[in-house]
Nanobody
Framework: QVQLVESGGGLVQPGGSLRLSCVASGIIFSVNSMGWYRQAPGKQRELVAE???????NYADSVKGRFTNSRDNAKNTVFLQMNSLKPDDTAVYFC?????????????WGQGTQVTVSA
């Protein structure tokens, strides 16, 4: 039973920082990637950042240079350090893990944590 639990969201002023954490449990299959998606009101869910099995990182253009995705494989934890936050970063952030189960890649999601950037 795969379970992802996010924490660290909240209300911050523009220019502030937040650090999101996601603890995964019940993972017994190969992990293809771990990362974060976000969804703002009225918009589609979008990729924010992810780390592949080989350690390669991928970021949305809108967050490059401001966000850093990292992981601790031994503790089954992934982090998102968010700096220089902007109002456009306001969204629900979801932890994501993509597992390789036999020949199929299956995504698993956390419950989401709200990030609000406002003065």
């Amino acid at each position: 039973q795969v379970q992802l639990v996010e924490s660290g969201g909240g209300l911050v002023q523009p220019g502030g920082s937040l650090r999101l954490s996601c603890v995964a449990s019940g993972i017994i299959f190969s992990v293809n990637s771990m990362g974060w998606y976000r969804q703002a009101p009225g918009k589609q869910r979008e990729l924010v950042a992810e780390i592949s099995r080989g350690g390669l990182t991928n970021y949305a253009d809108s967050v490059k240079g401001r966000f850093t995705n990292s992981r601790d494989n031994a503790k089954n934890t992934v982090f998102l350090q968010m700096n220089s936050l902007k109002p456009d970063d306001t969204a629900v952030y979801f932890c994501n893990v993509k597992l390789q189960i036999i020949a199929t890649e299956m995504p698993y999601w956390g419950q989401g944590t709200q990030v609000t950037v406002s003065a």
